[in-house]
């Protein structure tokens, strides 16, 4: 029996940055307090112990192989992030979605570091913030007067093989993750003087924490072999991991369906194999690959109501497929 697990591991002093010349119609600019962080990565298994298999479930007769997805085991140590933010963009529209404000810090932030910028007192605005890190990928952002212009730009959709992020190591911790594009786009909030300082709150009422998330998933695939395979005289010859968004985009293009609810990106772009191992290359991945791949949410189906059920004919057409 092949076992074949996916584990995706799926983001002091202060500065001040100086926006540009705003006329009076625009709105007054009042000066915001922010803290800002990483968002910790979750778990793409979603639980703390792998669920039960298909084989596992009393679906035996015929099965080649299963499929696990296996959740991570070890401990969350914070390293995985870098060390600073570079080129921070925050960019602010009203609640139709006009920019008002786009202020930008080009020198690095440290994570945590309390930053002043300026934006206008709003209600129901939006946030989008992007740091470039140390790439130009997003650049044209300057250049859209509309948040509906930057989910429709395609000069802000970046091709995943030929880009630096997939360059990076997996392993990366710290300056290494330099060239990682971290965002955040908060879709209703308000810009309140409270105690004599403004800030962000949520419409209800709570104050909101801006934690960037990382552009990339990391995306683990390990497969083994069960020894009576091996002595039977059992060879691999490909391990490949299909159905992978093709392009990083900043902000996905979410898509309502009848059957698994909310999905990212829509099924109209670009899926293609991330990956495709066979000979030299399968033989030195030892039973592992892990890759950055683009965000891909494919939903959730009622149809799979138990184990035995989780297969092809429920799953959508666009899901990522692991292939042995």
Same mark, same amino acid.
């Given at each position: 029996?092949?076992?074949?697990? #996916?584990?995706?591991?799926?983001?002091?002093?202060?500065?001040?940055?100086?926006?540009?010349?705003?006329?009076?119609?625009?709105?007054?600019?009042?000066?915001?307090?922010?803290?800002?962080?990483?968002?910790?990565?979750?778990?793409?298994?979603?639980?703390?112990?792998?669920?039960?298999?298909?084989?596992?479930?009393?679906?035996?007769?015929?099965?080649?192989?299963?499929?696990?997805?296996?959740?991570?085991?070890?401990?969350?140590?914070?390293?995985?992030?870098?060390?600073?933010?570079?080129?921070?963009?925050?960019?602010?529209?009203?609640?139709?979605?006009?920019?008002?404000?786009?202020?930008?810090?080009?020198?690095?932030?440290?994570?945590?570091?309390?930053?002043?910028?300026?934006?206008?007192?709003?209600?129901?605005?939006?946030?989008?913030?992007?740091?470039?890190?140390?790439?130009?990928?997003?650049?044209?952002?300057?250049?859209?007067?509309?948040?509906?212009?930057?989910?429709?730009?395609?000069?802000?959709?970046?091709?995943?093989?030929?880009?630096?992020?997939?360059?990076?190591?997996?392993?990366?911790?710290?300056?290494?993750?330099?060239?990682?594009?971290?965002?955040? #786009?908060?879709?209703?909030?308000?810009?309140?003087?409270?105690?004599?300082?403004?800030?962000?709150?949520?419409?209800?009422?709570?104050?909101?924490? #801006?934690?960037?998330?990382?552009?990339?998933?990391?995306?683990?695939?390990?497969?083994?072999?069960?020894?009576?395979?091996?002595?039977?005289?059992?060879?691999?010859?490909?391990?490949?991991?299909?159905?992978?968004?093709?392009?990083?985009?900043?902000?996905?293009?979410?898509?309502?369906?009848?059957?698994?609810?909310?999905?990212?990106?829509?099924?109209?772009?670009?899926?293609?194999?991330?990956?495709? #191992?066979?000979?030299?290359?399968?033989?030195?991945?030892?039973?592992?690959?892990?890759?950055?791949?683009?965000?891909?949410?494919?939903?959730?189906?009622?149809?799979?109501?138990?184990?035995?059920?989780?297969?092809?004919?429920?799953?959508?057409?666009?899901?990522?497929?692991?292939?042995?």
């Amino acid at each position: 029996m092949t076992l074949l697990s #996916l584990v995706l591991i799926s983001t002091g002093c202060e500065d001040k940055i100086d926006s540009p010349a705003v006329n009076p119609s625009e709105g007054e600019t009042v000066e915001v307090t922010l803290n800002i962080g990483i968002a910790n990565e979750a778990d793409g298994a979603g639980a703390n112990a792998s669920p039960v298999s298909k084989v596992a479930a009393g679906n035996n007769s015929g099965s080649a192989f299963e499929v696990v997805p296996v959740s991570d085991v070890q401990t969350k140590s914070g390293t995985d992030i870098p060390d600073q933010l570079y080129k921070l963009e925050i960019i602010q529209y009203s609640s139709t979605g006009v920019k008002l404000q786009s202020p930008t810090l080009s020198s690095p932030i440290t994570i945590g570091t309390t930053i002043t910028v300026n934006l206008q007192a709003e209600s129901n605005c939006k946030l989008l913030l992007i740091a470039h890190s140390n790439s130009n990928y997003f650049s044209g952002l300057s250049g859209k007067t509309t948040l509906g212009a930057v989910r429709s730009a395609t000069d802000l959709v970046v091709e995943a093989k030929t880009s630096d992020i997939n360059k990076i190591a997996t392993d990366a911790t710290g300056s290494a993750l330099a060239s990682m594009p971290y965002y955040l #786009l908060l879709e209703d909030v308000n810009i309140i003087n409270e105690g004599g300082r403004y800030k962000i709150q949520s419409t209800a009422g709570s104050d909101v924490r #801006l934690l960037l998330k990382r552009l990339a998933v990391k995306v683990q695939l390990d497969w083994t072999f069960a020894p009576e395979m091996t002595n039977n005289g059992y060879t691999l010859k490909e391990v490949k991991l299909c159905q992978v968004p093709a392009h990083y985009r900043l902000i996905p293009q979410i898509e309502e369906t009848d059957k698994w609810g909310e999905v990212y990106p829509t099924s109209v772009v670009e899926f293609v194999d991330a990956y495709r #191992l066979t000979g030299d290359e399968l033989a030195n991945a030892k039973g592992s690959k892990t890759v950055w791949i683009p965000a891909n949410a494919r939903g959730f189906s009622t149809y799979a109501t138990s184990p035995i059920y989780r297969n092809k004919e429920n799953a959508n057409a666009a899901a990522p497929a692991p292939n042995l």
